[in-house]
């Protein structure tokens, strides 16, 4: 989840691209896309509050003009444009520095500041604006933003820390500033490309929050090239802080990290840039293939008729399946086997602690960064072909004509899968009447009788519980070769061999999830908060447009899920529930269960993916010391796990999604190379007065057509009909619209794509 700062910066900079017009509360929540609706609410009211945001005309949000001249002297004392009092002092009343501030003439931590003697400090984090300007939110929840005017912000980038100098204050529009120092930045080491303007050697940031060059410091750039450092390649700079009279901002080289344009330096770059971990040590492996199991009473379950179904390039198989008849007629038991990681990771010791600091599988195109030892991840736990492996196990009893959970018992079990099968294999299987005679005795009934239960349970769900059914299809980047290189998008959609395996997975989550609250154990939970009611009808209005159509109802739950059913399949659909996922709040990891709004469920938790999730691992460390007859831990220090969870997560998906956007992008150029004049369909995802936001089905792919590539004007942003119109002509652009485009600039380094509709 973003900070209030972030989110504060976000805000700025769409009220700013539709150039002082102005946005409704819903279609700037829509927007913004995935965030938290508390915080949100938070935000908004402090920004009215403040005066960084007024409240116009129609209830729309916008911001003030830019403040006038700083302040002028009144009898000796320093007044804001409209006579206000200044920073830290009251009208009529004795001189006193604003909370948080320093006290005059004195810097925080007490050291003293060489300034005037009426001089106020403040300290704070800064967010600029592309307009470059920007606003400081002070420490202290009931201070004010700052407004720092265009070329007062010295060295400081959005995020920054930084000391503040009070220059003039405003009751209307808050107090006016200038940045002193940066007293901490927000990235102290980020990855660029090293390059050269007209003003010399710098670097191009890869994360796109930052300025889009960063001169280096004098003599570091020939060095460089000295060096073999060349233009274009990745390297990692460390950004310096500099005192009050230097304006520029400036990095020094710390090393070259690898040549740019390859699979192979981007994954590097984007593994230092997102602090990644590394591959184990071989200590690590070692100890992972020496731990010995712990204890704990076992069943064994090998005669059992056990599958696993993975993607095809798996290498780690953490869960398996079986079926087996109950004495009561129309009643099965399935066995939901999850790996028993927990027995070969003993709590908080070396290499639980290792996975903690993990958290998550980063599986990156082209790489995977394990959370768990190879040895481990790849072998020990991982459920493989006629092998005898430890399972901690969900058995289900199901109604096999309803779908109904009659109940459910967990055991630590041993199993032995009969046979490894792919998704693809499966679909053979349920596809065809034949019978198959690459499946070894008894795994054809054994897949028959699960997708029959599996498709009973998904109709109850789908009845009772009423998920959301979006059908947003996975664009994968595929690598191969060595060096790695890109050969493919594989666009991934859901199946029924998928469903099935996401039914019973669903269950035994589930399942676990209620057994740790009946039993008071301190546990994981997985919440996914409802969206409001406001957001739901700006994305209806949106896509009413879209579908040139009537705003259809989504405010309640069954008007939601009907409209995303009669979606059906194509681009449209896609890109429909791929805005729709845009503006859901994040999942997120709780010790208190909180619903699950897109599955439909009160109470859900994640157990079944020990290998790669520490928070399933968390789970089952919980159940095992419950099982072994020890006290788990405690929720408070589940409380602080969890936190850095959500955090690594969030870190582990940016990571992902930036290298697949510049791997994309990369792809894109060489599918056009010799052939420029090659157009790209793509579809409007969003309208705003600075362009169009554009979808590219076949890469997965997010392009900007900026209002300039568009043709003469002037153009008009509608927000209502959530369109650009042509004032001189019946031309317009609206969100559903299909285009034909051609590349105009391609951005590899920052994963940016901006385009022109073709014959523009």
């Known amino acids: 989840m973003p900070t209030d700062a972030k989110m504060r910066q976000e805000i700025i900079r769409l009220l700013r691209a539709d150039n002082g017009g102005g946005l409704r509360k819903t279609t700037l929540r829509q927007q913004l896309g995935q965030m938290d609706e508390t915080q949100f609410r938070k935000v908004t009211k402090a920004m009215l509050a403040d005066g960084t945001m007024l409240a116009g005309r129609g209830g729309r949000l916008a911001l003030p003009k830019e403040p006038g001249p700083p302040a002028v002297k009144r009898g000796g004392q320093t007044a804001g444009a409209q006579g206000a009092a200044p920073s830290g002092q009251k009208r009529g009343g004795k001189s006193s520095p604003p909370p948080g501030a320093a006290p005059s003439g004195q810097k925080r931590g007490g050291s003293p500041a060489s300034a005037s003697k009426d001089e106020v400090l403040v300290a704070g984090v800064i967010q600029m604006t592309t307009k470059g300007f920007g606003f400081v939110n002070q420490d202290g929840d009931d201070n004010k933003d700052i407004f720092i005017p265009a070329g007062r912000n010295q060295s400081a980038f959005s995020g920054d820390r930084v000391m503040v100098r009070i220059t003039a204050n405003d009751d209307a529009r808050g107090p006016?500033?200038?940045?002193?120092?940066?007293?901490?930045?927000?990235?102290?080491?980020?990855?660029?490309?090293?390059?050269?303007?007209?003003?010399?050697?710098?670097?191009?940031?890869?994360?796109?929050?930052?300025?889009?060059?960063?001169?280096?410091?004098?003599?570091?750039?020939?060095?460089?090239?000295?060096?073999?450092?060349?233009?274009?390649?990745?390297?990692?700079?460390?950004?310096?802080?500099?005192?009050?009279?230097?304006?520029?901002?400036?990095?020094?080289?710390?090393?070259?990290?690898?040549?740019?344009?390859?699979?192979?330096?981007?994954?590097?770059?984007?593994?230092?840039?997102?602090?990644?971990?590394?591959?184990?040590?071989?200590?690590?492996?070692?100890?992972?293939?020496?731990?010995?199991?712990?204890?704990?009473?076992?069943?064994?379950?090998?005669?059992?008729?056990?599958?696993?179904?993975?993607?095809?390039?798996?290498?780690?198989?953490?869960?398996?399946?079986?079926?087996?008849?109950?004495?009561?007629?129309?009643?099965?038991?399935?066995?939901?086997?999850?790996?028993?990681?927990?027995?070969?990771?003993?709590?908080?010791?070396?290499?639980?602690?290792?996975?903690?600091?993990?958290?998550?599988?980063?599986?990156?195109?082209?790489?995977?960064?394990?959370?768990?030892?190879?040895?481990?991840?790849?072998?020990?736990?991982?459920?493989?072909?006629?092998?005898?492996?430890?399972?901690?196990?969900?058995f289900i009893d199901i109604e096999t004509t309803t779908g109904v959970v009659r109940s459910y018992r967990r055991a630590h079990t041993l199993i032995r899968v009969r046979q490894r099968l792919a998704y693809e294999e499966v679909e053979r299987v349920l596809e065809s009447k034949k019978h198959d005679v690459s499946l070894k005795p008894g795994v054809e009934k054994l897949l028959r009788e699960l997708s029959a239960c599996a498709e009973k349970m998904r109709q109850k769900r789908q009845e009772e519980e009423l998920f959301l059914p979006l059908a947003v299809p996975e664009m994968r980047v595929i690598c191969a070769g060595k060096p790695p290189r890109v050969v493919g998008i594989q666009k991934s959609e859901g199946?029924?061999?998928?469903?099935?395996?996401?039914?019973?997975?669903?269950?035994?989550?589930?399942?676990?999830?209620?057994?740790?609250?009946?039993?008071?154990?301190?546990?994981?939970?997985?919440?996914?908060?409802?969206?409001?009611?406001?957001?739901?009808?700006?994305?209806?209005?949106?896509?009413?447009?879209?579908?040139?159509?009537?705003?259809?109802?989504?405010?309640?739950?069954?008007?939601?899920?009907?409209?995303?059913?009669?979606?059906?399949?194509?681009?449209?659909?896609?890109?429909?529930?791929?805005?729709?996922?845009?503006?859901?709040?994040?999942?997120?990891?709780?010790?208190?269960?909180?619903?699950?709004?897109?599955?439909?469920?009160?109470?859900?938790?994640?157990?079944?993916?020990?290998?790669?999730?520490?928070?399933?691992?968390?789970?089952?460390?919980?159940?095992?010391?419950?099982?072994?007859?020890?006290?788990?831990?405690?929720?408070?220090?589940?409380?602080?796990?969890?936190?850095?969870?959500?955090?690594?997560?969030?870190?582990?998906?940016?990571?992902?999604?930036?290298?697949?956007?510049?791997?994309?992008?990369?792809?894109?150029?060489?599918?056009?190379?010799?052939?420029?004049?090659?157009?790209?369909?793509?579809?409007?995802?969003?309208?705003?007065?600075?362009?169009?936001?554009?979808?590219?089905?076949?890469?997965?792919?997010?392009?900007?057509?900026?209002?300039?590539?568009?043709?003469?004007?002037?153009?008009?942003?509608?927000?209502?009909?959530?369109?650009?119109?042509?004032r001189r002509s019946s031309k317009r652009y609206r969100c559903g619209d299909e285009l034909s485009l051609r590349i105009k600039d391609a951005d590899v380094v920052r994963g940016e794509l901006e385009l022109a509709p073709v014959g523009h």
Request: hydrophobic share 40%.
């Open 176 to 394: 006016v500033g200038e940045v002193a120092k940066v007293l901490e930045r927000g990235h102290e080491e980020i990855v660029g490309c090293f390059g050269v303007t007209d003003d010399g050697y710098g670097v191009r940031p890869l994360r796109r929050e930052l300025p889009a060059f960063i001169p280096l410091i004098a003599g570091d750039g020939d060095a460089a090239l000295a060096n073999g450092v060349q233009p274009g390649d990745w390297v990692l700079v460390e950004l310096l802080h500099h005192d009050s009279d230097s304006s520029k901002a400036q990095a020094k080289l710390l090393r070259r990290l690898q040549k740019s344009g390859t699979v192979s330096g981007d994954l590097v770059a984007i593994m230092s840039e997102y602090d990644l971990p590394k591959p184990y040590t071989a200590a690590y492996e070692n100890a992972a293939l020496a731990q010995e199991p712990l204890p704990v009473a076992r069943e064994d379950c090998t005669k059992l008729a056990t599958v696993t179904v993975d993607p095809l390039d798996a290498r780690d198989f953490d869960d398996a399946l079986s079926l087996t008849p109950t004495a009561e007629p129309g009643v099965v038991t399935v066995g939901v086997h999850i790996a028993d990681v927990a027995c070969l990771i003993p709590m908080d010791e070396k290499l639980d602690l290792a996975a903690r600091s993990r958290g998550f599988t980063a599986y990156l195109p082209g790489k995977t960064l394990p959370m768990l030892p190879s040895s481990l991840a790849t072998d020990r736990c991982s459920l493989r072909e006629n092998e005898d492996r430890l399972a901690h196990t969900v």
């Open 495 to 726: 199946s029924p061999s998928h469903e099935m395996i996401e039914e019973f997975m669903l269950a035994a989550n589930v399942c676990v999830a209620h057994e740790m609250l009946k039993r008071k154990i301190p546990g994981v939970y997985r919440n996914h908060a409802a969206p409001e009611p406001e957001i739901l009808e700006g994305f209806a209005a949106q896509a009413g447009v879209m579908l040139h159509r009537k705003a259809p109802k989504l405010r309640k739950r069954p008007g939601l899920v009907k409209f995303l059913r009669d979606l059906g399949a194509g681009a449209s659909a896609s890109m429909l529930s791929f805005s729709l996922l845009r503006i859901l709040p994040r999942a997120e990891y709780g010790v208190e269960s909180q619903g699950h709004f897109g599955l439909g469920k009160d109470l859900y938790c994640h157990f079944t993916s020990p290998i790669r999730r520490y928070t399933d691992l968390l789970v089952h460390q919980q159940l095992l010391a419950l099982d072994q007859g020890r006290s788990p831990r405690p929720g408070t220090m589940l409380t602080d796990y969890v936190a850095r969870c959500n955090a690594l997560e969030a870190n582990v998906d940016q990571a992902c999604y930036a290298l697949a956007d510049r791997l994309k992008v990369r792809y894109l150029l060489d599918q056009q190379e010799g052939n420029a004049a090659l157009p790209i369909t793509g579809l409007v995802s969003r309208v705003t007065a600075a362009g169009l936001n554009i979808y590219l089905p076949d890469l997965g792919l997010m392009g900007f057509v900026p209002v300039r590539s568009l043709g003469a004007g002037p153009w008009q942003f509608v927000a209502e009909r959530y369109a650009l119109e042509n």
